[in-house]
């Protein structure tokens, strides 16, 4: 019986590690059709806390997002967890460009635009 294996990968915003048997399989997994390993992006761990939330169920892929030292989650927990920490600064750029509402409520009609008319 093959052994299995944790591998990590930097994806986007977030670090994320797969149980599998072969790289070929945590490539499959992640859906990434090009080498990470070769590229450096993805390698082999021995990260106690990787290895735990990735043997829980093997081949389901967690992830954290990278640079937190906090526990690896599933998606739906890690999208959470990276909504909270960016909760407040995203609610203060929405404030900021926000448009004006008109005072019934409703959108202002767009008027034509005004045709160049060419003389010969």
Do not use: C
């Not at 591998?7 to 059709?33: I, N």
């Not at 389901?60 to 937190?68: F, H, M, N, T, Y």
């Amino acid at each position: 019986m093959p052994r299995i294996k944790v591998f990590t990968a930097d994806l986007g915003f977030y670090e994320a590690a797969v149980a599998t048997r072969s790289r070929k399989m945590a490539l499959a997994h992640w859906g990434v059709p090009r080498d990470l390993f070769r590229e450096g992006s993805a390698q082999e761990t021995n990260d106690p806390r990787a290895v735990e939330a990735a043997m829980r169920k093997v081949g389901l892929v967690v992830r954290r997002p990278i640079g937190s030292s906090g526990p690896f989650e599933e998606r739906a927990e890690a999208e959470r967890t990276l909504l909270k920490k960016l909760g407040a600064r995203s609610s203060k750029a929405k404030a900021r460009n926000a448009k004006p509402v008109r005072k019934s409520g409703l959108p202002a009609k767009r008027l034509p635009a005004k045709r160049k008319t060419r003389r010969r």
